[in-house]
């Protein structure tokens, strides 16, 4: 990659380059998570229960307006991956 951050080592274009620890915090998990509720518009949903797991990973909670859980995920805050854990 450039030292500007504008593209790949094999010099085709990339704004953003992929870093191999993205060290996510529990408050970047909670932007993530609400920004894909809004990607799918969902103005509705909130996030709830953003928490460290003793597995390292870092869970959170979709919730109705009257405060029922939808769905549970786990987010590693290494590679950014989601994974629906309830």
Same mark, same amino acid.
């Given at each position: 990659?450039?030292?500007?951050?504008? !593209?790949? &080592? %094999?010099? $085709?274009?990339?704004?953003?380059?992929?870093? @191999? *620890? =993205?060290?996510?915090?529990?408050?970047?998990?909670?932007?993530?998570?609400?920004?894909?509720?809004?990607?799918? !518009?969902? &103005? %509705?949903? $909130?996030?709830?229960?953003?928490?460290?797991? @003793? *597995? =390292?990973?870092?869970?959170?909670?979709?919730?109705?307006?009257?405060?029922?859980?939808?769905?549970?995920?786990?987010?590693?805050?290494?590679?950014?991956?989601?994974?629906?854990?309830?």
């Amino acid at each position: 990659m450039r030292p500007d951050g504008w !593209g790949h &080592h %094999d010099g $085709t274009f990339a704004l953003f380059a992929p870093v @191999p *620890d =993205k060290k996510l915090t529990a408050a970047d998990v909670k932007i993530i998570a609400m920004a894909i509720l809004l990607e799918h !518009g969902n &103005h %509705d949903w $909130t996030v709830t229960d953003v928490t460290a797991a @003793p *597995d =390292k990973t870092i869970h959170f909670s979709y919730a109705t307006p009257h405060g029922d859980v939808v769905a549970i995920f786990a987010i590693n805050p290494v590679t950014g991956r989601v994974t629906r854990v309830g």
